[in-house]
């Protein structure tokens, strides 16, 4: 069964709309006149196949065993994954390019043109995430968004105002279908 | 030579500024070092060191800025406002702000202690901490004085007044405008935040018989389940024991402590416990709405500091009446200090009046109880509580209609409506789940389209929890005293005990109580002292083991490895500080008086001291941990701790950040990122345990103690996040760095990172950073070398 039919529990397609409720998950999160675009999963996707040094990262969020197929799919294509917070107790024993970073060192580094990477190869041109605690990650890429000049998206189940664009907040079976849109989007 | 009071420098001692002040009997002003009374930029070049290695990281909570009529000024992406300011001076600012607003606060409680307990004891009255030369660390490093007794602080409280009164005028629009600066001045609010809170917990103790270094103070009980419903209660709120003091002694005098339960809410409740053992303490703030809306408590007492501002408006829908003791919070209630007891409980039992500002400590200690027998009996009867009964529960969770507002109101993201689900079908199982992870906010009472008063059908399912929830806490010790400090001080400086680790704050914690009694219970495993005071001090005490043991009942409280201490309330944690200041003065005899910066670089260098704030919710935490980290000491906070907006993170790939000094000839030695950072967050416990041991690593450690800390990181980096830290080799010296039982795999790996060894006599011929020295003395100042390089 392809996950996408795990999700549906039969071989349909049904067609999401992942812009709809895009208001700040946390009701108070508002930041100011600046806040993501929503977009539908092909926007990422095509962003991430574009890009030339993406970073994904990922946090604790990722426990949920749906959630983590969809880490080590997009993993799977190469993309170089910072594993924050516990998560990368999950992602040891898959064979991805994922590192442990703190997410706080991690934003302060991503500001830092002088930041060598993970690998050590230099820094990203995009930055997309999912799978983090809700208030750690708005807060940590406000970082991003007003300090650095990198692109941030949120493939995230929260509408999350600090990124370039979001996805709306989402219910669960929505968001895991458009994780595999955005996967489906990238080289296999 | 008569000596005026002013100031003057000695000729040749370039730096040295010696002031003199009020001199006599009542204060020595013995300054030995070149900073006594620092002004706001005395100490800038010891700031900019901190600084320049560990940057500030700003993650704002709101892009705009609105502090003056030019406003709201955007300032996304670091543009200016129309005053000259970028949103990185801003955050800068607001950290400030923040400081200054926490050293405020212990400042002011501290003046207000000093006032009363002058007046009562008098000036002279001795001060007493328990056995210690070093009696006020802080004020001896700071001010440069050694003061003896009670009215030596008026000077040091009134130098706090002036310089937060200066630092404040600094926060306004078209003053300051680097941020640099900014956090110059914020760190020197922090430090102002640890003097204050010295003196305010050094008179205490003195002069109301506080456990003094007691590393066997009794234990006092814990929890939402330990008071007695059937009798009167009375629930003192807040953090200055000025009140509760007058109230326990009266019931002490009239023998009431059978007849009426009597117990604190956050820190008050320690104080409470530190001045009478017989006081409970209920826990911290985040049970101040779930333990007032139970409807247990017949009179409220409030004083300062931490106080929910609803408390009068939750506690008059029950009938409980609110008594202000301090200035601070009124509430908006009439001050009735003039008047007499009895009327005053007339009007509160007749509800003419829902409460009273009642500033006379006497008429407090008088009326509380009498109080508490009057309306105990009224409120008894009515069964007031505002928990739903079990019909009420069973309709309120049927009306759920999962649309998840509650949860995008709270705070934690807690998913009620799961819980609403699950209790319909009679499982509560998860809102006792929720009742941990819940901070008792009441957000979510405010979002629910359905009506439901969520805050309250969670505790009304979590009865059950809430009855056992029974714990002990060893009362608040005080100061860790000088022969504690001899006999673990070399193990701390040379790294054979794995560090200290400061358990402080509050409780808004990221994933429940629970979380603290956990890594807790990991570290002290592992040898660490574990230090704790505030809300942390309490919440370590809500949980048993198996055999029904809390933490303090199944580890010592002395301060060597392996032990558990309680300093105290909020202001005692000067002390937990003041700690690595002794371990500088008494272990490697450095000066203290005036001295701020070599005693700052001395624990930076060597003291592996790392302060965890996992619920740090308050600017109170946030000054704290500033002046922590002028103090070269880290400090790690939980996610909730983002929204501080502003840490200080080393660039460990950066390696000129790293260059420290040699204070033997001041060569410059490159060395290992430690401490790696001085303010940073985490996202879950299982990543913090692993960042806390590497958070202890100090250039100073000789090999044995860094083989032990590098044991402890890479193992709990292995246990919870399941993979061997991918920086464990920067902190090789030699092979005698690696932890024993794993050295030769280490090794391998050391050689496949093309390290070279030699397998015959099992050695490290090149690879590592720096050799290790046991004569290296690493300081970050110039002028601390004996003989400067050109
Ligand atoms: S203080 Fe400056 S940035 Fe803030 S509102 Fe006024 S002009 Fe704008
Ligand atoms: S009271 Fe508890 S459940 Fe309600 S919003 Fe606050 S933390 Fe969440
Ligand atoms: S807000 Fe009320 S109705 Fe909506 S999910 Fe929460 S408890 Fe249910």
Request: net charge neutral; hydrophobic share 35%.
């Amino acid at each position: 069964m392809t996950p996408k039919a795990q999700v549906m529990g039969q071989n349909e397609e049904k067609v999401i709309d992942t812009t709809r409720q895009a208001v700040p998950f946390n009701t108070g999160n508002i930041p100011g006149p600046k806040m993501a675009r929503a977009v539908m999963p092909a926007v990422p996707g095509k962003m991430l196949a574009k890009a030339k040094r993406p970073l994904l990262i990922v946090g604790s969020e990722i426990d949920d065993p749906d959630v983590l197929a969809r880490v080590v799919m997009l993993g799977k294509t190469g993309i170089q994954i910072a594993s924050v917070g516990d998560s990368y107790k999950y992602l040891g024993d898959k064979g991805l390019d994922a590192h442990y970073m703190n997410m706080h060192a991690l934003m302060s580094y991503i500001c830092d043109p002088q930041w060598p990477g993970l690998d050590g190869k230099g820094g990203y041109d995009l930055v997309v995430f999912f799978g983090i605690t809700y208030y750690y990650a708005s807060q940590a890429i406000s970082a991003l968004k007003n300090f650095s000049k990198i692109k941030v998206i949120s493939i995230d189940k929260y509408y999350h105002p600090n990124a370039d664009m979001s996805f709306g907040n989402l219910k669960k079976d929505v968001f895991i279908e458009a994780l595999d849109e955005v996967i489906e989007q990238l080289p296999k | 030579m008569t000596l005026k009071k002013g100031s003057f420098v000695i000729e040749e001692l370039e730096n040295v500024q010696i002031n003199i002040g009020k001199i006599g009997a009542k204060e020595e002003q013995i300054a030995e070092g070149p900073t006594p009374r620092p002004e706001i930029i005395g100490l800038r070049n010891w700031d900019y060191r901190i600084l320049d290695r560990y940057n500030p990281v700003y993650t704002p909570t709101g892009d705009t800025c609105d502090y003056c009529t030019y406003g709201k000024c955007d300032l996304t992406g670091n543009k200016e406002g129309a005053c000259g300011i970028d949103l990185e001076g801003q955050s800068a600012r607001q950290a400030l702000m923040t400081s200054i607003m926490g050293a405020a606060c212990h400042s002011a409680h501290g003046r207000h202690l000093l006032n009363y307990l002058i007046k009562k004891y008098g000036e002279d009255f001795k001060i007493d901490v328990g056995p210690s030369n070093l009696q006020a660390p802080l004020t001896e490093t700071i001010m440069g004085i050694q003061p003896k007794t009670i009215g030596d602080f008026i000077p040091v409280l009134e130098y706090v007044e002036e310089q937060l009164t200066q630092l404040i005028a600094i926060t306004n629009t078209g003053q300051e405008g680097s941020s640099r600066d900014f956090e110059s001045k914020a760190l020197h609010a922090g430090m102002l935040d640890l003097l204050g809170m010295e003196v305010a917990d050094i008179i205490q103790i003195s002069c109301l018989g506080f456990p003094k270094s007691d590393e066997k103070a009794p234990m006092a009980e814990i929890g939402m389940g330990i008071l007695d419903p059937k009798k009167p209660v009375v629930i003192c709120v807040g953090h200055n024991i000025a009140a509760p003091a007058y109230i326990l002694d009266n019931m002490d005098k009239n023998g009431l402590f059978d007849k009426i339960e009597i117990a604190g809410l956050c820190c008050t409740a320690h104080d409470m416990t530190r001045y009478n053992k017989t006081a409970k303490i209920i826990g911290s703030m985040s049970k101040e709405l779930k333990y007032i809306r139970s409807g247990i408590p017949d009179v409220l007492v409030t004083d300062e500091q931490c106080v929910r501002a609803d408390i009068l408006k939750e506690a008059q829908k029950l009938h409980i009446p609110v008594i202000a003791t301090n200035e601070k919070i009124t509430y908006g209630l009439p001050d009735r200090s003039n008047d007499s007891v009895d009327e005053i409980i007339d009007d509160l039992v007749s509800q003419k009046q829902s409460g009273a500002v009642l500033l006379d400590f006497e008429k407090i200690g008088e009326l509380v109880p009498k109080l508490a027998m009057k309306m105990g009996a009224i409120r008894k009867a009515k069964g007031l509580t505002a928990l739903p009964n079990d019909n009420e529960f069973k309709k309120l969770v049927a009306k759920c209609t999962k649309c998840l507002q509650c949860t995008k109101d709270c705070p934690q993201g807690l998913p009620i409506s799961d819980a609403m689900t699950a209790a319909v079908n009679g499982d509560f199982s998860l809102f006792e789940t929720l009742h941990d992870k819940c901070v008792g906010c009441g957000r979510c009472d405010y979002s629910c389209p359905a009506g439901i008063p969520i805050l309250n059908v969670i505790e009304k399912a979590s009865q059950r929890v809430i009855r056992e929830e029974k714990g002990k806490m060893r009362i608040g010790r005080g100061q860790i005293g000088d022969p504690e400090i001899r006999e673990e001080g070399r193990n701390l400086v040379l790294g054979t005990t794995p560090g200290v680790l400061a358990f402080v704050g509050c409780g808004n914690y990221p994933d429940g109580t629970k979380d603290v009694y956990d890594i807790v219970e990991e570290m002290i495993q592992r040898s660490y002292i574990i230090i704790s005071s505030g809300c942390a001090a309490m919440d370590i005490g809500m949980f048993k083991d198996k055999e029904g043991k809390t933490l303090y009942e199944r580890y010592p409280g002395r301060f060597v490895k392996g032990n558990l201490l309680n300093t105290g309330s909020c202001v005692s944690n000067a002390h937990i500080a003041a700690t690595t200041i002794k371990v500088a003065s008494i272990f490697a005899g450095r000066k203290t008086k005036g001295n701020w910066e070599e005693i700052a670089d001395y624990v930076m260098n060597r003291v592996g001291a790392v302060g965890i704030a996992w619920g740090a919710y308050s600017q109170k935490a946030f000054a704290i941990g500033t002046g922590c980290n002028r103090l070269g000491i880290p400090v790690v906070v939980g996610p909730h701790g983002t929204k501080y907006r502003r840490a200080f993170i080393g660039k460990p790939y950066k390696k000129d950040d790293w260059n420290v000094l040699d204070g033997r000839d001041g060569s410059v030695v490159n060395v290992e990122p430690a401490p790696e950072h001085l303010m940073i967050t985490a996202e879950t416990k299982d990543e913090v345990m692993p960042l806390l041991a590497k958070l202890c690593f100090r250039p100073s450690d000789n090999s044995l103690g860094r083989a032990i800390k590098l044991t402890h990181y890479i193992e709990l980096s292995e246990k919870y996040l399941k993979k061997l830290p991918d920086d464990w080799h920067i902190y090789v010296r030699n092979e005698a760095d690696l932890p024993v039982a794993k050295r030769e795999p280490l090794m391998k790996l050391l050689e496949e990172k093309g390290w070279k060894i030699d397998w015959e006599k099992k050695k490290i011929i090149e690879g590592p950073l720096r050799k290790v020295d046991v004569s290296f003395q690493p300081t970050n100042v110039p002028r601390l070398c004996k003989e400067v390089k050109k």
